[in-house]
């Protein structure tokens, strides 16, 4: 798989070196921003009721709420979804549609009578070079020998589909106990995210499979599944024919591993 180093400061981020400095009293916090860049954090004037803003929390957020300080560690632990981090599906989707494309997707359930289809996202303001250091990263996590999400490949020798593997603590797991051992409400949730094509992205799929587990084992075969046919079924019929030289018509009710795990 690609790895990559991510170096937090109070004003750069350097995904060339390795984590070295926090600053604990930074109050323009970098991760915050980047996150609600990328469009977590807020709702969207989508058509699509009854959405939440999710939460991304930063130095000011835990002053005002918890009167609290903030710690350097807590940036990291942000970073990476955990601490007080809140997301929604949605979100989720749309962050992984502006790391595949560069530019500020916006999410739309239909468009209103009389308005241009083909509006051109503006780009965000991110590093080319981080950008593709991502992609090429989210493409090992499916395609890669020892990819967290490998069984989450599409299968098409021609196509790839790119993504990465999450879980949702529900609650502290202090015993230590994993899967069957816990009650099936205590736990963990199961998350995925993907884009496909890989090399010319068309579409972005978020998946959370409650108390699943494993994002890789049990998210990451349904997302492929939706993929699939959004694939074959591309209205703009951009998704060459070609590079699905086998398997273009999967029976999505016969993948067991997606659907029928032991750890579930």
């Known amino acids: 798989m690609a790895k990559s180093a991510i170096e937090w400061t109070d004003h750069t981020w350097n995904p060339a070196t390795g984590c070295t400095k926090i600053s604990p009293g930074c109050r323009n916090c970098y991760a915050a921003r980047m996150a609600r860049r990328l469009g977590l954090g807020q709702v969207y004037d989508c058509g699509l009721p009854g959405q939440k803003p999710g939460l991304i929390p930063d130095p000011d957020w835990k002053h005002l709420e ?31 549609a502006r790391l595949a494309t560069g530019r500020k997707i916006m999410p739309r359930i ?11 996202a503006p780009p965000l303001d991110i590093s080319p070079a981080a950008l593709k250091l991502i992609r090429k990263a989210m493409t090992g996590v499916v395609n890669d020998r020892d ?6 490949a599409l ?4 196509l790839q589909m790119a993504g990465k593997t999450g879980t949702s603590q529900v609650r502290a797991n202090r015993a230590g106990r994993r899967g069957r051992a816990m009650e099936w409400k205590y736990r963990d949730h199961a ?20 108390h699943g587990g494993s994002g890789g084992k049990v998210a990451g075969p349904v997302a492929r599944d939706i993929m699939k046919m959004l694939l074959i079924r591309d209205p703009a019929r951009q998704v060459s024919q070609a590079r699905m030289e086998k398997n273009t018509s999967p029976d999505i009710t016969k993948t067991p591993d997606a659907h029928n795990r032991e750890d579930l």
């Open 66 to 96: 918890k009167h609290r300080v903030w710690y350097g560690g807590e940036t990291v632990m942000a970073a990476i979804g955990q601490g007080y981090v809140l997301a929604t599906p949605l979100q989720l989707a749309v962050m992984t």
């Open 110 to 120: 239909a468009w209103k009578a009389g308005e241009q289809r083909r509006l051109q």
């Open 147 to 152: 990819g967290t999400a490998k069984k989450a």
């Open 155 to 158: 299968g098409w020798p021609g």
């Open 191 to 210: 998350l995925f995210v993907a884009f496909a094509p890989a090399d010319n992205p068309r579409y972005a799929v978020s998946v959370i499979i409650e």
